[in-house]
């Protein structure tokens, strides 16, 4: 019965340490198979399309041409010939030969019928006329014609030369990309990409991993709680509430533990891979927690996939560590310290491990439990030899979640089944087992301690214990016979106790499964000090006026935080997934957009909802005012974006209009500063134009948008971000990017778990740019303050928030940079080259 109640947390526990790296790639080759499928079909539909065109086109361009002008007529005959056969190539054999057999008989038709010259002029006109007509419906094949008769004047320009400006083409996954040039550049080829001169600080670190993660919560005697959350191992005062951080880990910090010097902290990471999918090594750094400087690196190239468990030997001083890997057989290994020499290794179990310890009064002796084991391990020369702990009579739980020693030298184990078991040593048992029996360690005694998984327990000075509990969500202290003196039950936002941290005796840090720190004591019950999400984000968005944020994401809950306190204003829990919100200019409304379809809006002071509304059945990904408020476009995975008229000071919404015309899902939008046009780009790289206050007009002729300016831009795609896109890029790898207000500079978003910082506008590939490391998943979103004093940037698996502080500056405006070409291009400490 036990066992059924304790599933849920449990397994959770078991899945998330076993099966990581499998489930993340899983829903990376997920996610690239349907990119992969939306881009075949917007790519075969547009092929169609140009085919059809051509046919339709191609005889009446050239008579008409024929007409007026011969040379152009030539190079028009080339230049469809060669676009034919690109077409073609993108189709199947079988759709290009209907295209011929189609074409060739109307081709003999009009060449019969030409005969008679009178007849022919009359003819002639008639399909001149036509041919207008027809590229008057289409003005991209207008645009098409100008361009080749432009080009019939100088047939050595290298791009397109229009009558009205330039263009130039990027590709994404081979498909072609066509950026308009704006007019105040003069010469596009000289143009010099700089990096900033503004550089990121990391300010603050929002969130504990305490979800799927144990014994990562320490007190250190500066009195500072040391945790960790994504590639950041956070150093926090929780008198003075500063921050400090260790940043020298590449991938997602797994496990913690403290010297017994209370100085040096060992932390191991996960693998993870790079850009290219190749595994990276991991690695134990041993480092100085006042100076934060490393001074051991332990056993890089040896671990497989990662390190799950860490331990200084106390006995001797910490003169050796106990390392677990995540690998299959989870490699059990002894290191020297101060030699980094591995001293001894040994294949533990092929089941989970959860922790590991030296026996405080003995360094040969080691203990592992995890998943239906605890054993106690001997190390002698060099060699290991293992015991398993005998249940008995006792019921045998599915984990063995934690485990302490005693005062005594006994072995106490919190497991799922709710109990804590004393474990001592028993004589052989010659008479069963026969001559050669050794002695085995047995259970002396079990404790009934809570109702659901013990997950933590912790000692005290003067014997005492203390234990969390699961389900019950209770924090127990026990005498050092094990009788219960006092307990207290955290709430139940919080989740579960995931570990303690005695701070004084009678303090008590707690971390939860929630990802919160508590801090507080029996008699006064418990505060939270730390908070995060605990899944997946992707909303997030920055007051107009205030120094407050939101976020939102797949664990249903809204937060609003202050960048100035680093605390949560409040927060509230949704029906939904939350995957997107934006401000409204007053700053008295926030809108929130749900995986539904629905979105509702929120007053900041209230936190009441003033206006709900749906649109489509598909989730939404964009939520974007107008700059004077007056109106609000949704975003959609229906391909739609959605218009509303905005009154009431944000509290009223009337549908104006929708934007139809793209052939994929919506990703990104931005408003024109006049509040008339949109600027959007959706899955299949698609950018498009709306004139939203003609009646949300698409605008076919996008040339005429590019002197357009935008007051905001998060459009991943445009003329002014090209640069920030790697070369060879599949269109998926930069989720996100934020302009600041001051137009300086552009904060990117990638894949590979960085933050980028470009110069704004950056249109040349290629482009330097500063990298800054934190984050130990994708980077769903960036975000500045509003006074560009900050950048905010949220991972997505990792649940992780950083801050970033904005230092530097006094570069030209970025008018000035385009209309400029600077003299030379120099690269950042840690350039990143697009």
């Known amino acids: ?76 005959n080339q230049v469809c010939c060669s676009d034919g056969c690109t077409s073609s190539r993108k189709l199947s054999s079988s759709s290009a030969v209907d295209g011929i057999r189609q074409t060739a008989p109307r081709v003999r038709r009009n060449s019969e019928k030409l005969g008679n010259p009178e007849r ?62 704006p007019s105040n550049i003069q ?203 005998i249940f008995g009579k006792y019921k045998k739980p599915k984990f063995i979640q934690c485990f302490v020693f005693s005062l005594t030298g006994d072995v106490l184990t919190g497991d799922s089944e709710g109990n804590i078991l004393t474990w001592g040593k028993s004589a052989a048992d010659t008479k069963t087992l026969g001559k050669g029996a050794k002695e085995t360690f047995q259970i002396m005694r079990q404790t009934r301690a809570h109702e659901g998984s013990v997950f933590t327990l912790c000692t005290l000075q003067g014997g005492a214990l203390l234990s969390g509990g699961g389900k019950d969500r209770k924090i127990i202290r026990w005498s050092a016979d094990l009788a219960p003196e006092r307990e207290c039950e955290i709430p139940e936002k919080f989740g579960a106790v995931r570990t303690i941290a005695d701070v004084d005796g009678e303090e008590l840090l707690v971390g939860t499964t929630r990802n919160a720190i508590l801090r507080g004591t029996f008699s006064d019950g418990f505060v939270a000090i730390v908070q995060g999400h605990v899944d997946e984000m992707w909303g997030l968005a920055t007051h107009p006026s205030q120094n407050i944020f939101l976020t939102c994401g797949h664990d249903r809950q809204v937060c609003l935080w202050n960048t100035e306190e680093h605390t949560v204003d409040w927060s509230i829990s949704l029906e939904d997934y939350g995957l997107c919100a934006g401000f ?39 939520m974007r005012y107008s700059p004077d408020g007056s109106f609000l476009a949704v975003g959609s995975h229906d391909n739609f974006i959605y218009i509303y008229n905005v009154t009431e000071s944000g509290r009223r919404y009337t549908r104006f209009g929708k934007c139809n015309g793209h052939s994929s899902f919506i990703t990104h939008l931005d408003w024109s500063k006049d509040g008339k046009y949109i600027m959007s780009n959706s899955g299949d790289y698609e950018i498009l134009y709306w004139d939203i206050a003609s009646g949300c007009k698409l605008l076919r002729n996008r040339f005429d948008s590019k002197d357009r300016e935008w007051a905001s831009y998060t459009c991943v795609l445009g003329f002014h971000v090209m640069g920030v896109w790697l070369e060879g890029s599949d269109g998926t790898d930069i989720n ?99």
């Open 120 to 181: 022919q002029r009359k003819r002639l006109d008639k399909k001149a006329a036509s041919s207008a007509n027809l590229l008057t419906r289409s003005p991209s094949l207008e645009n098409r014609a100008k361009e080749l008769i432009a080009s019939a004047g100088s047939p050595g320009s290298r791009r397109g030369t229009y009558s009205q400006g330039q263009s130039i083409k990027m590709f994404i996954r081979g498909r072609p990309i066509t950026m308009y040039i």
């Open 736 to 834: 996100a990017l934020c302009r600041s207000h001051s137009e300086r500079v552009v904060a990117v978003a990638d894949d590979f778990c960085k933050v980028h910082l470009f110069q704004y506008p950056c249109p040349k590939l290629k482009a330097p740019s500063h990298k800054y490391e934190g984050h130990g998943s994708h980077v769903t979103n960036v975000c500045f303050t509003h006074s560009d004093s900050h950048l905010l940037s949220m991972g997505g698996k990792d649940t992780c928030i950083l801050q970033w502080k904005v230092i530097g500056g006094g570069a030209p405006d970025s008018r000035e940079r385009l209309a400029s070409a600077s003299s030379t291009s120099t690269s950042s400490p840690e350039p990143a080259t697009s």
């Open 584 to 622: 409204c200019p007053n700053g008295s409304v926030v809108s929130v957009g749900l995986n539904t379809g629905r979105w509702m809006v929120l007053d900041l002071l209230t936190r009441e909802v003033v206006s709900e509304s749906i649109d489509g059945n598909e989730q939404l990904s964009v």
């Open 187 to 389: 010469n596009y080829e000289d143009l010099k990409m700089e990096p900033p001169s503004e550089r990121l600080e990391l300010d603050w670190v929002y969130g504990y991993r305490g979800r799927d993660c144990r014994a990562n919560l320490y007190f250190l005697p500066t009195g500072e709680a040391v945790y960790f959350i994504a590639c950041v191992i956070v150093l926090y005062h929780i008198n003075n509430r500063t921050q400090r951080h260790y940043r020298k880990h590449t991938d997602c910090v797994r496990c913690l533990t403290v010297h017994p010097d209370k100085v040096r902290v060992a932390s191991g990471q996960t693998a993870g891979v790079d850009k290219d999918g190749k595994p990276l090594q991991p690695c134990v750094h041993i480092w100085d927690s006042t100076s934060l400087v490393t001074l051991q690196q332990i056993g890089l190239g040896t671990f497989q996939r990662g390190v799950g468990s860490v331990a200084f030997s106390f006995a001797d001083s910490g003169v050796f560590l106990c390392v677990i890997d995540d690998s299959n057989e989870h490699m059990l290994s002894v290191w020297d310290c101060n030699k980094c020499t591995k001293h001894a290794e040994v294949k533990s179990t092929n089941e989970a491990v959860f922790a590991v310890e030296f026996n405080p009064s003995d360094s040969t002796n080691i203990i592992t439990c995890g998943k239906s084991h605890v054993y106690f391990w001997t190390l002698n020369a060099g060699q290991f030899t293992k015991k398993q702990g």
């Open 1 to 76: 019965m036990n066992s059924s109640t304790n599933s849920l947390d449990d397994v959770s526990a078991d899945s998330s340490a076993e099966f990581p790296d499998r489930a993340s790639m899983m829903e990376v080759r997920l996610q690239a198979q349907e990119d992969e499928i939306t881009l075949l079909k917007s790519s075969l539909a547009d092929a169609l399309r140009r085919l059809r065109l051509h046919d339709q086109l191609l005889p009446l361009l050239k008579q008409q041409l024929i007409a007026v002008n011969p040379a152009a007529a030539r190079v028009l």
